[in-house]
């Protein structure tokens, strides 16, 4: 059964920073594409970033480009995805998500899901 735990959301002040973990379980991590994603209350679930197998090319939405940067330890089975700079819209519960098939920004791509963790980012 595959599972993927997010762990790491929190409260934090405007220009604070979080680390935010995804641990995978019940699949051969090395062989999935990672993304994050999220979704603000009363808004449809957006792109955050993603991160190929190998960890050599990476994607990221505008709004979080130059704050946000995702790595992965395939050892670990593990994509992190780190947030400096928040800011309140950044607000939003954060998944991570697997895609077997491609590199991709679209939800639709991605297989597995995890149960989501809260980011709020106080003003």
């Known amino acids: 059964q595959v599972q993927l735990v997010e762990s790491g959301g929190g409260l934090v002040q405007a220009g604070g920073s979080l680390r935010l973990s995804c641990a995978a379980s019940g699949l051969t991590f090395g062989r999935y594409c990672m993304g994050w994603f999220r979704q603000a209350p009363g808004k449809e679930r957006e792109f955050v970033a993603a991160?190929?197998?190998?960890?050599?090319?990476?994607l990221f939405a505008d709004s979080v480009k130059g704050r946000f940067t995702i790595s992965r330890d395939n050892a670990k089975s593990t994509v992190y995805l780190q947030m400096n700079s928040l800011k309140p819209e950044d607000t939003a519960v954060y998944y991570c998500?697997?895609?077997?098939?491609?590199?991709?920004?679209?939800?639709?791509?991605?297989?597995?899901w995890g149960q989501g963790t809260q980011v709020t980012v106080s003003s």
């Open positions: 991160i190929d197998r190998s960890a050599v090319s990476t």
């Open positions: 998500a697997a895609d077997f098939l491609g590199f991709s920004r679209s939800s639709l791509d991605y297989e597995y």
